[in-house]
């Protein structure tokens, strides 16, 4: 669990250097005072909303326990956080193509997600597998460290559009 706090503090800090370094060069001390602005608004919002931002991404639905079209997958997750000493996490379906995730930043705010069609491909004995595979990212907390990694090649992908934009380069005389 260390770990995780660790490498999730490593990459936020690792975005702030990014934004208090590349800021200056680019225009200067405002730029980053303005780019340590932006990158601690970023790392606010990744730690806090970055489950809620990809649950609305993929247009994923929520499925509570009553919800009998997918009672069976509520059950089965119930069960697995049940199993594993976890609160159960929420759940939620998406209506693409085969695939399952999890995301939170804890597991006290977790939320694991399949797809109608990795339901539809596979039986419940290789959808429990999965589902498996799911809880424990919740369990490790290896959920949050994605995320901050997403928003740090981010922060790197909106330097690169403002360099291309001609942003900010000081003209010296």
Request: glycine fraction near 10%; charged fraction near 15%; aromatic fraction near 10%.
């Amino acid at each position: 669990m260390l770990g995780s706090w660790l490498k999730t503090f490593m990459l936020m800090a690792a975005l702030t250097t990014l934004f208090g370094t590349i800021g200056p060069s680019i225009g200067g001390i405002g730029a980053m005072v303005l780019a340590l602005a932006v990158a601690g608004a970023m790392n606010i919002y990744a730690y806090w909303f970055s489950d809620k931002a990809v649950l609305k991404l993929y247009g994923a639905q929520e499925i509570m326990s009553y919800n009998t079209a997918f009672h069976g997958y509520y059950s089965m997750v119930k069960e697995l956080a049940e199993n594993a000493k976890l609160p159960i996490p929420k759940a939620y379906v998406i209506d693409e193509q085969p695939n399952a995730f999890a995301t939170g930043r804890n597991p006290e705010h977790a939320a694991v997600a399949t797809t109608i069609g990795i339901m539809q491909a596979l039986n419940e004995h290789e959808l429990r597998s999965v589902m498996v595979h799911e809880v424990e990212h919740v369990k490790h907390r290896d959920t949050l460290i994605p995320t901050i990694s997403a928003t740090v090649a981010g922060a790197i992908a909106s330097f690169a559009r403002f360099g291309a934009m001609g942003g900010g380069v000081e003209a010296t005389l």
